[in-house]
């Protein structure tokens, strides 16, 4: 069994508009949303062993916090460029190299590519995956390079507003 946890970063900053997309940091929300909703997955039970983000200042952040809710050292935290401007193919592709050695993993990234993902995966429909939205996708394979569309399916979902606001 191999196990994606997708994570979209938390809510972003957008007071400096001449800050570059990529550099754009966590707001307040953002702030307070990204290590509670680290602690959430804790509380789950969530026993993530790698933690994959795109490298953009906004996602890398939010996977810090999560990393630190969960007892992960945040230089762990694996920055992979192809998640930053990813199709959600290149995401899968992302996941389809990951090493076999790890079963449960979270990808922490951008939408609307993660909301395409969880469309993947489910038979109802999902409009959007807030900001710090949680998914949890299960796949009955035995190597990641076999995790792709209907490998699997989605069986949690989670937000900030369904917890805090």
């Not at 999560?66 to 192809?82: K, M, T």
């Not at 790890?102 to 469309?119: K, R």
């Not at 999902?126 to 949890?136: A, E, K, M, W, Y």
């Amino acid at each position: 069994m191999k196990t994606v946890y997708f994570v979209r970063h938390a809510k972003s900053s957008w007071d400096n508009a001449t800050i570059k997309d990529f550099d754009r940091p966590l707001n307040e929300r953002g702030l307070r949303d990204a290590p509670e909703m680290g602690l959430k997955l804790k509380q789950l039970d969530a026993k993530i062993e790698l933690i994959v983000s795109s490298p953009a200042k906004r996602a890398y952040t939010t996977a810090t916090y999560f990393a630190a809710a969960l007892g992960i050292s945040p230089d762990q935290v694996v920055s992979e460029p192809r998640l930053y401007e990813a199709m959600s193919e290149d995401v899968l592709e992302v996941v389809g190299g990951l090493s076999d050695e790890f079963d449960t993993v979270a990808i922490f990234g951008h939408n609307p590519t993660l909301t395409f993902i969880a469309n993947l995966f489910t038979e109802d429909f999902i409009d959007n995956v807030p900001t710090c939205g949680v998914f949890r996708v299960d796949a009955n394979v035995p190597s990641w390079n076999q995790f792709v569309e209907n490998s699997g399916r989605l069986t949690e979902f989670h937000f900030p507003k369904q917890f805090y606001h």
